[in-house]
């Protein structure tokens, strides 16, 4: 059973657009949202991450969104380069806990 | 300094034979995670150490996987009589200890082919 459901599964955009990776989850007792970037045959790294104890988080180009009543984030790429082609995992835990569950990740292509 | 380590970075094996996929973490790490990706998934959580102990087996798939860790430091994920399933990338992290909000940070993973 998958705690966190993220959508969509790929997406294209244009360079200079804005990509929108969108993640749900059902677990009220996480509080703990990171965003995790993986480069094609390397390992994920942390991106950004967020606590419910805000609604938004902004790091450069890159913008995470949470409401927590939906229990939904989501991460925005402003202004998206070709180098930010990727794919993007969200995840969630408890702070305290060491378990962090993913997403199934979005394939982020952007076009020159 | 040195990242997460593994090795060896691809493994090509016969169905039935058994392989030893190795983690080093960064070091002072106390927490330790292994990961399994198949094609276009997500990160299948398999084991955590903490320490030398391993308090969280819930993600192997099954009794033909095992992981130890010794000296608090390198850990080995070892399949037994494997199976074409099981050609993945799998992927090691360490975090400081053993808190979600810390990093988790990853090496680049072993791609296991089983023919």
């Known amino acids: 059973q998958q705690q966190v459901k993220q959508s969509p599964q790929s997406l294209i955009v244009q360079k200079g657009g804005i990509s929108i990776i969108n993640c749900a989850y059902e677990?009220?007792?996480?509080?703990?949202f990171p965003w995790y970037q993986q480069f094609p045959g390397k390992g994920p790294a942390l991106l950004i991450a967020i606590r419910p104890d805000v609604s938004e988080k902004k790091e450069g180009r890159f913008t995470i969104s949470f409401n927590k009543s939906a229990k939904q984030f989501s991460l925005h790429i402003m202004d998206s380069q070709p180098g930010d082609s990727a794919t993007y995992f969200c995840a969630a835990s408890m702070y305290a806990d060491y378990k962090l569950s993913f997403g199934a990740g979005t394939t982020v292509t952007v076009r020159a | 300094g040195a990242g997460v380590s593994q090795s060896p970075s691809n493994k090509v094996t016969e169905k039935g034979k058994d392989v030893e996929l190795r983690c080093d973490p960064i070091?002072?790490?106390?927490?330790l995670y292994w990961y399994r990706q198949s094609l276009g998934q997500g990160l299948e959580f398999l084991i955590y150490?903490?320490?030398?102990?391993?308090?969280?087996k819930s993600g192997l798939p099954s009794d033909r996987f095992s992981a130890e860790r010794t000296g608090g430091s390198v850990s080995t994920l070892t399949i037994q009589r494997t199976q074409q399933e099981d050609s993945a990338v799998y992927l090691c992290a360490s975090s400081p200890q053993g808190q979600g909000a810390q990093p988790q940070h990853f090496g680049d993973g072993t791609r296991l082919s089983i023919l």
């Open positions: 677990n009220t007792a996480f509080d703990y």
């Open positions: 070091s002072g790490h106390t927490a």
């Open positions: 150490f903490q320490g030398n102990s391993a308090p969280d």
